[in-house]
Nanobody, 126 residues
Framework: QVQLEESGGGLVQAGGSLRLSCAASGRTFSSCPMGWFRQTPGKEREFVATISWSGGATYYADSVKGRFTISRDNAKNTVDLQMNSLKPEDTAVYYC???????????????????WGRGTLVTVSS
């Protein structure tokens, strides 16, 4: 059974940092684009960052560009999201996702993702 499990969420003050990690099991995703999305109550889930299978291409939402960094370790079957200079508006449940195919660019679109984690809550206090 394929599973994506997020960890690293929590409460942090504005300006602080958190590192989210997503561990995949049940299959290897070394040839698949992966990414992070987030959702707040009453809003649709939104794209945060994606990364190509090789890690050579990364894509970010404008709202997080320059503050967040996505990376992956194909040997460990993991993808991380380093979040710096956090703002209260970054508060959300963050989801890890993976696609069976496509690119890091196409993975920005939610419907192109095939596997999802259960999410981890990030709360940024002002």
């Amino acid at each position: 059974q394929v599973q994506l499990e997020e960890s690293g969420g929590g409460l942090v003050q504005a300006g602080g940092s958190l590192r989210l990690s997503c561990a995949a099991s049940g299959r290897t995703f070394s040839s698949c684009p992966m990414g992070w999305f987030r959702q707040t109550p009453g809003k649709e889930r939104e794209f945060v960052a994606t990364i190509s299978w090789s890690g050579g291409a990364t894509y970010y939402a404008d709202s997080v560009k320059g503050r967040f960094t996505i990376s992956r370790d194909n040997a460990k079957n993991t993808v991380d999201l380093q979040m710096n200079s956090l703002k209260p508006e970054d508060t959300a449940v963050y989801y890890c996702a993976a696609a069976e195919g496509g690119t890091g660019r196409s993975a920005r679109v939610m419907r192109n993702m095939d596997y999802w984690g259960r999410g981890t809550l990030v709360t940024v206090s002002s």
